[in-house]
């Protein structure tokens, strides 16, 4: 089993920034994927960035490309997600997710095995 859990969520300011973090524990992640996702409301989940574990390997969202960058610790068994820049249309609950099975990103949903509780990140003017 795996336990994802998100922090750093909050009500943040237009062209500001922000940091997520997502702590993973229960297994090892030798060959692993992280990934990011956001649900804004009224809207379906979206991919957001991901990460390979071993390789380091990134894909981002054309939405947050630029202005985005995710980066793991894997000493500390914990994926990052930086943002800046932020919009009104960044505001939703921020998901974090693991991929168990495929030693690359994929951005859909269906291919993670374990997902976060998810943490709000509300941008406001």
Known sequence: QVQLVE???GLMQV???LRLSCAASGRAFS??????FRQA???EREFVAG???VAGVTQYANSVKGRSAISRDSARNTVYLQMSS????DTAVYFCAADTTRP???????????WGQGTQVTVSS
């Open 7 to 9: 922090s750093g969520g």
């Open 15 to 17: 062209g500001g920034s």
């Open 31 to 36: 060959s692993a994927a992280m990934g990011w």
């Open 41 to 43: 409301p009224g809207k």
């Open 51 to 53: 990460i390979s574990w």
């Open 86 to 89: 932020l919009k009104p249309e």
């Open 104 to 114: 690359f990103v994929t951005a859909h949903q269906e291919d993670y095995d374990y």
